[in-house]
């Protein structure tokens, strides 16, 4: 998230009450799930606390608000990503998700101007089809050291990266994998 705080030493914390009720305390006033969702495109960090507990349910929050988000027409969010998404809970590259995915959403923000001036000329040899060729290379050496021979079933010819390219991106993920089990520990 990002560093904005209305607070200036943390993030802003939003109370949830039993009555479903957002409460920011850094203004005193009470919110709702669209004021969250500008804080975040606002690029202001908060936490949201559970009033009764004290836990940290902004995980849930945000979740909340994708989904609104997603019911009220603003769907970016493709049904097959979806169903990818969810085959992969249980699955044993789950925990390597989220930081692929924020990885990935990083990249993309990061080159965001490229993107939208690739969009505009609309030419296939721009940064974006190069991004869009290295996350797809990246998932499908992850499918191969998770899910030996899945990646190689998929991949159409076309689609298929030169041998060091894959021996390269396999060791990048086996290095991501052992940071991820130190961090387990």
């Not at 991004?131 to 190689?152: K, L, S």
């Not at 030169?162 to 961090?183: N, P």
Request: glycine letters at 6%; zero cysteines.
């Amino acid at each position: 998230m990002g560093r904005n705080s209305t607070a200036g030493d943390g993030p802003v914390i939003v109370k949830k009450y039993a009555n479903r009720r957002l409460y920011n305390t850094s203004t005193s006033s009470y919110i709702t799930l669209e004021d969250l969702a500008a804080m975040v495109r606002d690029d202001v960090e908060f936490q949201v606390l559970d009033a009764k507990t004290g836990d940290d349910i902004t995980h849930s929050i945000l979740t909340q608000i994708i989904m609104d988000e997603e019911a009220n027409g603003e769907q970016m969010l493709p049904v097959n990503f979806l169903r990818q998404l969810i085959s992969m809970y249980g699955n044993s590259m789950q925990a390597m998700m989220p930081s692929y995915l924020e990885a990935s959403m990083e990249n993309f923000r990061e080159n965001q101007s490229k993107i939208r001036e690739a969009f505009e000329k609309g030419i296939s040899n721009t940064p974006l089809a190069k991004i869009h060729e290295t996350n797809m290379a990246m998932m499908r050496a992850a499918a191969d050291v998770f899910m030996p021979g899945t990646a190689a079933k998929k991949a159409k010819p076309s689609e298929e990266s030169s041998d060091g390219e894959i021996a390269a991106l396999r060791e990048q993920m086996a290095a991501m994998q052992k940071k991820l089990d130190e961090l387990g520990k």
